[in-house]
Each structure stands twice: as structure tokens, then as C-alpha cells.
């Protein structure tokens, strides 16, 4: 039997798995990347919270409309898709330069690109890990979505810290230089896939509607799947809208410049690289769902407590910390749906998926709404709160969320 360090080395000897993932590494280094980027332009342009989460929402606002979206393209060359996502995320970032290169960026321009990055990471998400499992082989899937999870931490860390860097030494420009870069890389990476790259209802009319229903269907009726969902839902709404008041935190009470603040969000990743080389080295299936539940829980006490820390070596640490759990959280998020979902199913489901992280642009209002009134840690505090009431109230209707045990797939 292949164990997993066996089973992850022989995927990255095989090109298409290669290349979606290198694929997926050059995106989501630009998006963390720019999620910070924007938000101290936003900052700094208008010096309003609600501001900084307004740019940050209409980048997710497109997730909200993801599992229609899903649905309607299933028909449709995969590979395709793809490439049409990535030659609009090198349009963006072009445009993006050319207008910080000619003092012609403004706020309205920023919402804008935000806006239309956000309709690419709402279809790569889905069809792009759907991709990856099915050309890595269902057998490998920990595997090869435990490296998925490390990459995505990686990413994370990676991409405040060099936005950070970038907007206190070069300024904007240098930002949206890389963004072009590391996308054109994607696009290259795409471009190189073998064509065909279908679903299974590949060649046939795309299902729309009744084939969204039908997703529906399967996660109302499945416990595990309605529990991953509801968590996804807190998660997103709660807990991960901590990033629009970390910036206002770090400037306003940590008193830290740009690239310090970069640095601060780049501890989670940090946390969540080496959760996920623990998940990708140990985690068998039985303990799926806990990691995931438990890891959520995780993330949202760490990320409450940035609510009263007023020092900054502390502040780090907690996040740090904060990220041991968004590593257990994202990486069982896409396993467990693949797992517990037939084929013909699958994109639907991460589709329905991806709705529920559509959560978040409304968290991330409920935020910056709460800042302009309250203070930022005082938001944090209050969005913290919620986050632990309601994952206790889901552990309590759902309590095999949070035990080990056989995996419950669906048939």
C-alpha cells in the first residue's frame, strides 16, 4: 500500500496534475498578494474600515453565484475556461499597472479590478480542484489535496509579505508587475494542458438548474455534507472577514508599517504551511472530520484574540497559531465534498460549496460596519463571538463532526 509522502511524489511526476497545481500557486500568490495590496490602498485613499472591507467584498461577491455558474459550464472544455479566466486575470493586472504607472488609479478603478479578480477565483476554485483530484486519481486524493492545503498556506504567506514589501519600497506599480508576471505563468501553465479536459457530462447539454437542484438535493440529504457546508458558511461569515480588520488593527493599535503588516497576515500562512505538512504526512480518513471541525474552532479563537492584543510579538504568535487552524479547516473543506459526492456530481456540489464561502463578502460588510461604529477590535471581538456560538450550536446538532471515525461516503 502507497503511503502518502509514496503517493504525492509519483502525482508531481505526472504533468497535467503538475500544471493545474502550479496553475493554482501562481493565482492565489496574487490574490493574497492584492487582498492586502487593495486594502491599504483603500486605507490610504479614503481612511475608512468600512472601505477596506467594501473592496474586499465585491472580490468574493461573485462566490455567491458560483454553484449556477458551475453548473452551467459543465458541458464545456474545462481547459477552456481556464484559459479565458486567466487571459481576463492578465488583462486586470495589465490594466492595473498601466494605471498606477500613470497616476490614474483611483478607488473606483480598484473596486473594479477587485471585482472582476473575483469572477476568475470563483471559477478556477471549483473546476480547477475538481481537475486535480480527477487527473491525480481519487485514490490519491489526500495526497494530493494535502498538498493543495500546503500550497494554498504557502500562498498565503507568501502574498502579504511580498504585498507588503512591495507597496512600502516600489509602491502599487511593483504589485501589479508581479500580478502580471504570476499570471502570465498561469496562463502558460493552462495553455499546456491536453485538450478534452471534461467532466462527465462533458459533450451533453449543460444540466443549468435542475442539475443545481439535484446538488441540492444530495447535500440536504447527507449529514456530513450539510454540516461541511454550515461550518464552511460560519467560517466565512464570522471568521475569515478577520483579514479586512487586520490591516486597520495593525496600522491603528500594533502601530506597524506596511510590510509589518504584510508580515502579520504571513504568520498564518506560516501556521497553515506547517499544519498542512502534519495533514499531508499523518492525517488518515477517520480523522477528516474532526480536523476540519476542530480546525475551524482553531482559527476562530485565534483569530478572536487579535480582538484585545495590543503587542505585537503576541500578535503574531496568535496568528501563527490561528493558522495551524485554517490548515486543518481549508484542507478537508474540498476533500471531504469529493469524497462524499458521486462523480456526476462533483462540480455541482464545490459549486454549492463555493456558495457557501459566498458568505463571506457579507462578514466582511458585517466587519467594516462594525469597525466604523465600534473600533476594529472591537469588530473583531464581536465577529469572534459569533464564530464560537455558532460552531458550538452546529457540534451540538452535528456532533460526528467532531469525532473520529469511518468516513461516510455517498453512494
Request: hydrophobic content about 60%.
Given at each position: 500500500?502507497?503511503?502518502?509522502?509514496?503517493?504525492?511524489?509519483?502525482?508531481?511526476?505526472?504533468?497535467?496534475?503538475?500544471?493545474l497545481w502550479m496553475a493554482g500557486v501562481a493565482m492565489n500568490v496574487v490574490r493574497w498578494?492584492?487582498?492586502?495590496?487593495?486594502?491599504?490602498?483603500?486605507?490610504?485613499?479614503?481612511?475608512?474600515?468600512?472601505?477596506?472591507?467594501?473592496?474586499?467584498?465585491?472580490?468574493?461577491?461573485?462566490?455567491?453565484?458560483?454553484?449556477?455558474?458551475?453548473?452551467?459550464?459543465?458541458?464545456?472544455?474545462?481547459?477552456?475556461?481556464?484559459?479565458?479566466?486567466?487571459?481576463?486575470?492578465?488583462?486586470?493586472?495589465?490594466?492595473?499597472?498601466?494605471?498606477?504607472?500613470?497616476?490614474?488609479?483611483?478607488?473606483?478603478?480598484?473596486?473594479?479590478?477587485?471585482?472582476?479578480?473575483?469572477?476568475?477565483?470563483?471559477?478556477?476554485?471549483?473546476?480547477?480542484?475538481?481537475?486535480?483530484?480527477?487527473?491525480?486519481?481519487?485514490?490519491?486524493?489526500?495526497?494530493?489535496?494535502?498538498?493543495?492545503?500546503?500550497?494554498?498556506?504557502?500562498?498565503?504567506?507568501?502574498?502579504?509579505?511580498?504585498?507588503?514589501?512591495?507597496?512600502?519600497?516600489?509602491?502599487?506599480?511593483?504589485?501589479?508587475?508581479?500580478?502580471?508576471?504570476?499570471?502570465?505563468?498561469?496562463?502558460?501553465?493552462?495553455?499546456?494542458?491536453?485538450?478534452?479536459?471534461?467532466?462527465?457530462?462533458?459533450?451533453?447539454?449543460?444540466?443549468?438548474?435542475?442539475?443545481?437542484?439535484?446538488?441540492?438535493?444530495?447535500?440536504?440529504?447527507?449529514?456530513?455534507?450539510?454540516?461541511?457546508?454550515?461550518?464552511?458558511?460560519?467560517?466565512?461569515?464570522?471568521?475569515?472577514?478577520?483579514?479586512?480588520?487586520?490591516?486597520?488593527?495593525?496600522?491603528?493599535?500594533?502601530?506597524?508599517?506596511?510590510?509589518?503588516?504584510?508580515?502579520?497576515?504571513?504568520?498564518?500562512?506560516?501556521?497553515?504551511?506547517?499544519?498542512?505538512?502534519?495533514?499531508?504526512?499523518?492525517?488518515?480518513?477517520?480523522?477528516?472530520?474532526?480536523?476540519?471541525a476542530w480546525g475551524a474552532v482553531l482559527f476562530a479563537v485565534g483569530t478572536t484574540t487579535?480582538?484585545?492584543?495590543?503587542?505585537?510579538?503576541?500578535?503574531?504568535?496568535?496568528?501563527?497559531?490561528?493558522?495551524?487552524?485554517?490548515?486543518?479547516?481549508?484542507?478537508?473543506?474540498?476533500?471531504?465534498?469529493?469524497?462524499?459526492?458521486p462523480a456526476a456530481l462533483r462540480v455541482r456540489v464545490m459549486g454549492i460549496l463555493t456558495?457557501?464561502?459566498?458568505?463571506?463578502?457579507?462578514?466582511?460588510?458585517?466587519?467594516?460596519?462594525?469597525?466604523?461604529?465600534?473600533?476594529?477590535?472591537?469588530?473583531?471581538?464581536?465577529?469572534?463571538?459569533?464564530?464560537?456560538?455558532?460552531?458550538?450550536?452546529?457540534?451540538?446538532?452535528?456532533?460526528?463532526?467532531?469525532?473520529?471515525?469511518?468516513?461516510?461516503?455517498?453512494?
Amino acid at each position: 500500500m502507497a503511503t502518502p509522502t509514496s503517493a504525492l511524489l509519483t502525482v508531481l511526476r505526472e504533468p497535467v496534475p503538475v500544471r493545474l497545481w502550479m496553475a493554482g500557486v501562481a493565482m492565489n500568490v496574487v490574490r493574497w498578494l492584492e487582498i492586502l495590496a487593495f486594502a491599504l490602498y483603500a486605507l490610504e485613499a479614503t481612511g475608512s474600515p468600512l472601505m477596506v472591507s467594501l473592496v474586499t467584498f465585491v472580490r468574493f461577491l461573485p462566490l455567491l453565484f458560483s454553484a449556477l455558474l458551475a453548473a452551467l459550464v459543465e458541458a464545456v472544455d474545462r481547459r477552456t475556461v481556464l484559459w479565458a479566466l486567466f487571459v481576463l486575470l492578465v488583462a486586470v493586472d495589465a490594466t492595473l499597472l498601466a494605471a498606477a504607472l500613470t497616476d490614474l488609479l483611483d478607488i473606483r478603478l480598484a473596486l473594479i479590478a477587485a471585482l472582476a479578480s473575483g469572477v476568475a477565483w470563483t471559477f478556477e476554485s471549483p473546476l480547477r480542484r475538481t481537475m486535480l483530484a480527477e487527473a491525480a486519481g481519487m485514490d490519491r486524493l489526500s495526497s494530493v489535496m494535502g498538498l493543495e492545503v500546503f500550497t494554498n498556506q504557502l500562498t498565503r504567506a507568501m502574498g502579504p509579505a511580498i504585498g507588503g514589501l512591495l507597496v512600502e519600497t516600489i509602491g502599487y506599480a511593483g504589485v501589479f508587475a508581479i500580478g502580471l508576471g504570476l499570471q502570465g505563468i498561469g496562463l502558460l501553465c493552462v495553455l499546456r494542458l491536453p485538450d478534452g479536459l471534461r467532466g462527465p457530462t462533458a459533450g451533453r447539454r449543460g444540466p443549468g438548474l435542475a442539475g443545481l437542484a439535484e446538488g441540492l438535493r444530495l447535500v440536504a440529504g447527507h449529514r456530513v455534507l450539510l454540516a461541511t457546508m454550515l461550518v464552511t458558511i460560519v467560517f466565512n461569515l464570522f471568521s475569515f472577514p478577520y483579514v479586512t480588520l487586520a490591516p486597520v488593527i495593525g496600522e491603528r493599535i500594533l502601530d506597524l508599517s506596511p510590510a509589518a503588516i504584510g508580515l502579520l497576515l504571513a504568520t498564518e500562512g506560516m501556521g497553515g504551511m506547517t499544519g498542512a505538512a502534519l495533514i499531508v504526512l499523518h492525517a488518515r480518513s477517520s480523522w477528516f472530520l474532526p480536523i476540519y471541525a476542530w480546525g475551524a474552532v482553531l482559527f476562530a479563537v485565534g483569530t478572536t484574540t487579535l480582538g484585545v492584543i495590543v503587542w505585537p510579538p503576541l500578535a503574531f504568535a496568535t496568528l501563527f497559531v490561528a493558522g495551524l487552524g485554517i490548515a486543518g479547516f481549508n484542507g478537508m473543506q474540498s476533500m471531504v465534498p469529493l469524497l462524499a459526492t458521486p462523480a456526476a456530481l462533483r462540480v455541482r456540489v464545490m459549486g454549492i460549496l463555493t456558495v457557501c464561502i459566498g458568505a463571506g463578502p457579507f462578514g466582511f460588510l458585517l466587519a467594516g460596519t462594525l469597525a466604523e461604529a465600534f473600533g476594529a477590535q472591537n469588530a473583531q471581538l464581536i465577529i469572534g463571538a459569533l464564530a464560537l456560538a455558532s460552531l458550538a450550536a452546529i457540534g451540538r446538532r452535528f456532533p460526528e463532526l467532531f469525532r473520529a471515525g469511518p468516513f461516510p461516503a455517498a453512494t
